[in-house]
């Protein structure tokens, strides 16, 4: 599944534009060295982090794209880096369970 078929089935609000993504699993933490240790390449990344950081920590660990959940917001200079660097934020009303849930479902 890519990046764009994900946020059509979710109903994901696009925040950032990126690259087109293949997706294989789900990670959510909020502890950026977690994420940066336990994520694999082209996970969907779900977190409630809005820093730079999350943006950096996302493209350094490969990820596909980033989902805030719970109608999380990024800041502007957030997004504007998150063209610049081709990552994918969404945001979603859905909680983080509920985004993983269905997420597996449609992997």
Aim: hydrophobic share 45%; charged share 15%; proline share 3%.
């Amino acid at each position: 599944m890519t990046v764009s078929q994900l946020a059509e089935n979710l109903e994901l609000k696009k925040l950032s534009n990126g690259d087109e993504n293949e997706i294989n699993s789900c990670y959510i933490a909020d502890l950026l060295s977690r994420v940066l240790g336990g994520c694999n390449s082209n996970d969907v990344w779900i977190t409630v982090q809005t820093s730079l950081n999350m943006v950096a920590v996302a493209v350094m660990a490969d990820i596909s794209c980033v989902i805030l959940p719970e109608g999380i917001t990024a800041p502007v200079n957030v997004i504007l880096k998150a063209n610049d660097e081709g990552l994918p934020i969404y945001s979603s009303n859905k909680s983080a369970y509920e985004l993983a849930l269905m997420i597996g479902e449609l992997l």
